[in-house]
């Protein structure tokens, strides 16, 4: 008698497709169910995967989940300007989520078991567990409990007719949504190995964009950005514009050695344009409406924000308590920036917000507002004890 039925996380790549058949083999389920959840893949990416869903389980959900991944979670991300190791993050944001749907799925299959394709050595089998196990479903994943290499995948799936899009000589593992595309695995192991201009979609060459700059403005409010170039836009619309112009100037490319969270250290590749360019106008914004106190500690806070994010913790207390701090300094992030993208680049040209703690009145040199000998009580005592321990020394000399 089978183990009866198990929902696999599937992306229609290769370690969830080779996970299906694995399932029923090794593992002995009489059924797999698959789900692939879309946060903003490219529409070939979900038809692909859907088919191949289609024809390999017993039976296959396509859940639409992009708007929710944007108010859900890109949303806190930008708020908290959300990054890791100095880039934007993208594929940690979209995991608990995607495991969320999956366990809707579970529940409404009467399913006690869920899979998904993740490898020993990487962040996703901890993100996908986390949440799994959260909701006490049994965990499930072939390639890290079998130690399967990409190179027998790749030959598994040639022997049982799964088709996949990897090749040996290009086994790159991608994983893709609305507001970054990461690629690994292969060639790109090696530190040292430069990578091909075909592992990027989203990009241009910065040699090969366009000549001429583009202006941009963006609107936030709230700390969420509303709209471009003047036209209101709903989150998911303003990100995907805003990846295809900015993408066109090549900007939001990262290459890093990233720390995992097992700590192995790892070569990344990212395309992420649209995050590039939001965050730096919700930085910059930020630095005009925020107290120097606020900024100073949010600092830290986003940062302790990033790396509970990164790992997946979706659940633990701090995380929803940090939240909760940075929402409430979001209230006064409300303006516009103007940028230009060029080259590769994004830089600021401007910004203005109704709730700017700032005053051309007082800080122009040309201003009377403010009598400059006040400054002269103030420097008195400026540095005072610095000064004191300097005079200590030059006398004991």
Known sequence: MGKGKIILA?????????????????????????????????DEEIEAAKKKGEQLADRHYTIDAREKFVSCHIAPAIKANGSYEGYPMGTSLARPLIAEEVVNVAKKEGASAVA??????????LRFDFIFRSHDLDVVAPIREMNLTREWEIEYAENHNIPVSVAKDKPWSIDENCWSRSIEGGKLEDPSFHPPEDIYVWTVSPAKAPGSPETIRIEFSGGFPVS????????????????????????????????????????????????????????????????????????????????????????EPLYEALNAFIDRTQE????????????????????????????????????????????????????????????NKKRKK
């Open 116 to 125: 998904h394709g993740c490898t020993g050595k990487g962040n996703d089998q």
């Open 228 to 315: 471009l170039d003047g036209k209101r836009m709903t989150g998911y619309s303003l990100i995907s514009e805003l990846n295809h112009r900015a993408g066109r100037h090549g900007v939001g490319r990262n290459d890093l050695i990233e720390d995992r969270i097992l700590g192995l250290k790892a070569r990344e590749c990212y395309e992420h344009p649209a995050a590039t360019v939001i965050l730096t106008a919700h930085r910059d914004l930020e630095q005009l409406v925020l107290s120097r106190q606020e900024l100073a500690f949010k600092r830290m806070v986003d940062d302790k924000w990033s790396e509970l994010a990164y790992m997946g913790l979706v659940y």
């Open 10 to 42: 599937y992306s229609g790549g290769l370690d969830t497709s080779v996970c299906i058949p694995l399932l029923k083999e090794h593992y002995g389920y009489d059924e797999v169910v698959t789900v692939v959840v879309h946060v903003g893949q490219r």
């Open 332 to 391: 006064r992030v409300n303006g516009t920036v103007d940028m230009v993208l060029y080259k590769g680049s994004v830089r600021i040209l401007g910004r203005a917000s109704p709730d700017a703690l700032y005053s051309s009145t007082l800080v122009s040199f040309d201003g009377t507002a403010i009598d400059q000998c006040d400054a002269i009580g103030v420097s008195n005592y400026y540095g005072i004890q610095a000064r004191m321990l300097q005079k």
